[in-house]
């Protein structure tokens, strides 16, 4: 379930379109729009403008990404207006971002309460031998569990960092049992519970990026 990219809507500024990127994209931009205040954003031949990070990024490269992170659903005319460029280079810099994978994808945040999701879980998994193809094995069975939401190889004790959503406990409990103790290469696990968020899915901090 996806939210619409700006990246598909941006050559129309319509607000409508498909999660496929904006390379699929088929419309052609403007320099110009209707949304208020475009008209007074950095006119399309000066796209360029602006000091560069060590990653490449100018400020208007930094404003998209943080403005996206708070409201993927933006149409490129208000994404425009928000960052203080005309439509045409946001839209050319959205498709860029895009294109060299600073922007990875495009979704919608779903509350795992309404869909009876109560049970988050941290699992700490111990591999039973720590070498290449072993690990590549047990990392390919993981991928493929839709209950293992994130996964981290940490370092100290343990092999591996799982977040597992569950309905309720007897529901994890036999996942453990049943799925998680007999991946391959793995010797045991040790579980901790969720007794509430205080934060979750937060943006990247990009503060470091606009020095």
């Not at 007074?40 to 403005?67: E, F, N, P, Q, W």
């Not at 994808?105 to 879980?121: F, N, P, Q, S, T």
């Not at 047990?138 to 839709?146: S, T």
């Amino acid at each position: 379930m996806g939210a619409d990219s700006p990246g598909s809507r941006i050559a129309s500024g319509t607000g409508t379109g498909t999660v496929t990127g904006v390379g699929a994209s088929s419309g052609t931009s403007s320099g110009t729009s209707s949304s208020p205040g475009v008209g007074k954003g950095i006119s399309a031949d000066m796209d360029d403008i602006g000091g560069t990070t060590a990653t490449g990024l100018d400020r208007y490269d930094v404003a998209i990404l943080a403005a996206l992170q708070k409201e993927a659903r933006l149409s490129n005319a208000e994404l425009a207006a928000r960052i203080g460029l005309s439509a045409a280079p946001t839209w050319r810099r959205v498709r860029r971002l895009e294109e060299q994978g600073f922007i990875t994808g495009y979704r919608a945040e779903i509350d795992r309460r309404k869909l009876g999701l109560g049970v988050l879980a941290f699992v700490r998994v111990d591999a039973d031998r720590n070498n290449g193809a072993a690990t590549r094995e047990l990392e390919q069975a993981i991928r493929a569990l839709p209950e293992v939401i994130a996964c981290h190889y940490i370092s100290g004790a343990g092999t591996f960092e799982l977040q597992v959503m569950a309905t309720d406990l007897d529901a994890f409990s036999r996942f453990s049992i049943d799925t998680l103790l007999n991946l391959p290469n793995v010797k045991d696990i040790h579980t901790s519970f969720s007794l509430g968020e205080v934060k979750a899915g937060g943006a990247l901090p990009l503060g470091h990026l606009r020095r």
